[in-house]
Nanobody, 115 residues
Framework: QVQLVESGGGLVQPGGSLRLSCVAS????????MGWYRQAPGKPRELVAR???????NYADSVKGRFTISRDNAKNTVYLQMNSLKSEDTAVYYC?????????WGQGTQVTVSS
């Protein structure tokens, strides 16, 4: 089994920044990718950013140039640095880990962008 614990969400004004963290534990071997997804009320869950095992990254078009995903292998942690936040970034953000044994999700952390 894999456990993912997210932190770093909160309330921020438009134009502000937040950094989300996700610490992975358990059977964290043969990882194919780790990433962040989000789900706003009434909308389907969508990919925000992910980092593949080789280090390459993918971003949603809506966050390119504003968000940066990174990974610290020594700490089993993946980060999402979010800058220039907009109201449309408001959502619950979920950490995801995909390995050879399954697809795992954290409990989610709320990000609210509002003045």
């Amino acid at each position: 089994q894999v456990q993912l614990v997210e932190s770093g969400g909160g309330l921020v004004q438009p134009g502000g920044s937040l950094r989300l963290s996700c610490v992975a534990s358990g059977n964290i071997f043969r990882i194919n990718a780790m990433g962040w997804y989000r789900q706003a009320p009434g909308k389907p869950r969508e990919l925000v950013a992910r980092i593949i095992s080789g280090g390459s990254t993918n971003y949603a078009d809506s966050v390119k140039g504003r968000f940066t995903i990174s990974r610290d292998n020594a700490k089993n942690t993946v980060y999402l640095q979010m800058n220039s936040l907009k109201s449309e970034d408001t959502a619950v953000y979920y950490c995801n880990l995909d390995n050879d044994w399954g697809d795992y999700w954290g409990q989610g952390t709320q990000v609210t962008v509002s003045s």
